[in-house]
């Protein structure tokens, strides 16, 4: 995947839990994802169409996403409710929105977000996309940003 | 969600399955998600934007995600590996490019598909939309196609 696709999603997720949660994330090498093998319980998918046609999937533990639902809800969720699912979509929502904005070439629109609970999920890429992941740490615990577009992706 | 929205994905759906998988389906009666509770083991997911947001996931058990990939490849994967997971996000796309075509007043680009296993995965849609399950039955096992869009959509 070009890099130019790729940084403005790791500025984006800085960005997003920097200005949303008031939390600062110190990032980790972005790899390549070699296998589909579960990363943490809660993911959030939102696609990006456009001249090119991506997703980009957060992913956080149980306790970091009750932790970022409350931070953004100012009350503390009881469990992995309604409420986590829609802030787990949200912030998946913002941060494509903040890397759309950066990737204007690519007159990208962002998709409805949905939100994947489950301990031992795996998110599988189609193989005609090479899926980069961007891991980070931070005070809420870690979250790991997963991002992939489809291959024929235009020159600009 | 509006009916003109749905019936093209019931009609996608069953299309999609008679051409692709020589498979099919009948229809069971299409419901509200109440909620987020998992389905079957592997659920393919893709996006559409344009006039309106929204998403859709197939969902089968891993049996039939086996056989359906057999069928499209004329060989049998042997676990629930690579091919089986690009099987699945094509058949998604399919079912999204179909129904696409029958709802050209909304502009649609269809994303990039994921596939998500998990024997307890559950997939949760944001609270501005209200996602309908297509419930179906065929002879490689039950199929589920849910369907949700953002409520924000336009007249036309």
């Known amino acids: 995947m070009k890099v130019e696709l790729l940084n403005p999603f790791l500025d ?91 990737l204007v070439q690519f007159e990208l629109s962002v998709g409805l977000p949905s939100v994947i609970c489950g301990k031992n999920h795996s998110i599988g890429f189609p193989s005609n996309s090479t899926p980069i992941l961007l891991p980070f740490d931070s005070e809420i615990g870690p979250v790991c940003v997963e991002v992939g577009f489809a291959e024929n992706v235009p020159e600009n």
Chains 1, 2 share one sequence.
């Open 12 to 102: 984006a997720t800085t960005s997003v839990f920097r200005t949303m949660l008031s939390c600062e994330l110190s990032r980790g090498q972005p790899t390549l994802k070699r296998n589909h093998s579960p990363e943490y319980e809660v993911s959030g998918l939102i696609g990006l169409t456009g001249k090119c046609q991506g997703m980009v999937v957060i992913s956080l533990g149980r306790d970091t996403a009750i932790k970022a639902a409350e931070i953004l809800l100012d009350e503390r969720p009881d469990s992995l409710n309604k409420d986590v699912i829609d802030a787990v979509g949200e912030l998946a929502n913002m941060i494509a929105g903040a890397a759309k904005a950066q």
